[in-house]
């Protein structure tokens, strides 16, 4: 199925999960349609902007370089977005890149503010691991991280998110 233009916010709300393989390979190949999908990111449609970033993040894991000039813009919407689909994605894709030294302490102090319980697990853990990639940029950072998680720890949570933590703060403690 070839998308365009025209159809793209049609398919983009349409296509079912095994979809999303077709997407990546075909943003992967057209720029345009990825420039294209990119600008949905920032929709006013939750639905449409959740899909696209899904989209964007599969695609850029395998191929960093398409959304590596796009940084300040990622950093931006995770800065200033409420829909915890997108934070996840922007999280997710943030750590897959070294933060711009002029973002790092708006990146930092975001991702400690998504470590809150009230975010859903998946958004925490990947504020976590950002957090810890940071770390190895910043290692004056790894005290303060340390003692969050492991408070973070004390009042328990997901299998997954208790789990990330624990070979987290293990890494940290061993550097």
């Avoid at 294209?36 to 639905?47: N, T």
């Avoid at 989209?55 to 915890?84: C, Q, R, W």
């Amino acid at each position: 199925m070839l998308y365009n233009a025209d159809n793209i916010k049609e398919n983009i709300l349409d296509f079912e999960v095994g979809g999303i393989e077709i997407w990546r390979k075909t943003v992967i190949t057209d720029e345009r349609l990825f420039n294209q999908l990119f600008q949905l990111i920032f929709s006013d449609d939750k639905r449409l902007a959740w899909r696209s970033c899904w989209i964007i993040d599969t695609a850029s894991e395998e191929f960093p370089e398409l959304l590596a000039d796009k940084i300040p813009e990622i950093i931006a919407g995770l800065l200033f977005t409420k829909n915890s689909s997108l934070k996840r994605h922007f999280t997710r894709i943030l750590c897959r890149y070294k933060i711009p030294n002029k973002y790092l302490g708006e990146v930092v102090n975001r991702s400690f503010e998504l470590l809150l319980p009230s975010e859903p697990p998946a958004v925490r853990v990947f504020a976590m691991q950002l957090l810890f990639n940071i770390t190895q940029e910043l290692p004056d950072l790894k005290g303060e991280l340390i003692c969050v998680i492991e408070s973070l720890m004390e009042e328990g949570g997901s299998a997954g998110f208790l789990n990330r933590s624990g070979k987290l703060l293990r890494k940290l403690r061993s550097q």
